[in-house]
């Protein structure tokens, strides 16, 4: 069945606007304390991110769509897309609350039991609490059906056996919301079968094996579970039902501007490059990256103000993603070419190679990282009733 594609022209409000440069002095204030470095990759240390969460709790900013019930300050996704805009151009070290804000916390107030609710949902909001998904398994990647990572029902709970990959932070995290096998698939429904958990990684039997990239940083894991033990109140929705809210958290995760500006720096860099007045070759160049990342923004924009609405833009998000993943790993090549005829003016070149050279390594796993781009087109395609 096809579904009719919508953007709507979504303009952010006055609200918003105010909320922006509240954000950037917030920000230009942590850079004066050198909390992070805007120019680059923020590595940083874990206790400068967890100093820097509570920070931004204080603020309010962490669960602001929320009830206030949880310690959210029920504001608008329109509000939230600012600050999210703001840290990712900022090149902020957002790493220990940003997936409980964006899809862990959204799922766990539709899905979980009201003491778990209680219990975790606060800790999010004073920016205690890191996060991790549980969904890529080895063998199948983003095909998320296809998971074999099995919770055997015993007493009180379940037993987990299997592995996920690619599990962004896992190492760091304090608890992974985590989609495993509770029964077989059915020819009629291959999405039959599995189940949503939330699983404390300090259970015993999980352990988090690194997995290398090219640029130095610890990010990705294998996650292999042996006999872990998830008790029953830490399942969340439906037992074996859980590809429906598996979508709906999908569509957060995959429609935000963290999904086109990770290698945005090298951009703001070329830029300061060129100077003032860039040649026509140079000028041309920007203005097509400008005008696309225009583009990308005002489709990330609307599907904000779809979730904003209550909707599920299952396709729309899978759409951002992909353009913007595919945009963003483009970029630094782009940009070096452009950069080729920088005149060799003292001390010009340096600081954009460097960033340039760090983007480089960080590009190949951005089509990977939220869902492949051979699995969003597939479900693209099927949003348009092509498959």
């Not at 039991?113 to 975790?120: H, R």
């Not at 199948?140 to 099995?150: C, I, M, Q, V």
């Not at 039959?192 to 094996?209: E, P, Q, R, W, Y």
């Not at 300061?272 to 696309?292: H, Y």
């Amino acid at each position: 069945m096809s579904s009719a594609l919508t953007f709507d022209p979504i303009r952010l409000p006055e609200a918003c606007q105010v909320l922006r440069q509240e954000v950037r002095a917030f920000l230009a204030e942590e850079i004066a304390m050198g909390t992070f470095d805007p120019t680059g990759a923020s590595i940083g240390n874990d206790d400068n991110a967890r100093a820097f969460a509570k920070r931004v709790a204080a603020k309010g900013w962490i669960g602001m769509t929320w009830p206030k019930k949880y310690g959210g300050r029920e504001r608008s996704f329109l509000e939230r897309y600012v600050v999210t805009e703001e840290c990712r151009i900022a090149n902020a070290p957002v790493s220990v609350f940003f997936t409980a804000d964006r899809q862990s916390g959204p799922t766990i107030i539709k899905y979980g039991s009201e003491k778990i609710k209680q219990s975790i949902l606060p800790r999010i909001v004073q920016g205690e609490l890191h996060f991790c998904i549980g969904m890529s398994e080895p063998g199948s990647g983003s095909d998320l059906f296809a998971a074999k990572t099995k919770a055997t029902k015993t007493d009180g709970g379940y037993l987990i056996n299997g592995t996920k990959i690619w599990t962004s932070n896992a190492h760091k995290a304090d608890y992974m919301i985590g989609l495993f096998r509770t029964s077989a698939s059915t020819k009629e429904n291959r999405r039959h079968g599995l189940t949503s958990f939330l699983v404390d990684m300090k259970t015993a039997g999980i352990s988090c094996n690194p997995i290398g990239q090219m640029s130095g940083l610890r990010e990705f894991n294998e996650v292999v579970f042996q006999d872990a033990f998830i008790p029953d109140d830490h399942v969340l929705g439906e037992i074996d039902g859980a590809w429906k809210q598996a979508t709906t958290e999908l569509a957060y995760e995959r429609s935000g501007p963290e999904r086109f500006l990770e290698t945005y720096y090298v951009l703001t860099e070329l830029v300061r490059a060129v100077g003032p007045d860039p040649d026509t070759r140079s000028a041309e160049g920007i203005g097509r990256l400008v005008a696309q990342l225009h583009t990308l923004r005002r489709m990330s924009v609307s599907v904000a103000g779809m979730l904003e609405a209550g909707k599920e833009p299952v396709v729309e998000s899978s759409i951002v993603k992909d353009l913007g993943t595919v945009w963003e790993q483009e970029l630094p090549a782009k940009v070096r070419s452009l950069a080729a005829f920088i005149e060799p003016v003292p001390g010009n070149q340096p600081p954009l190679a460097r960033r340039l050279a760090f983007a480089t390594k960080v590009a190949p796993k951005l089509t990977i990282q939220g869902g492949t781009t051979e699995v969003l087109r597939g479900i693209i395609a099927r949003g348009l009733g092509l498959r």
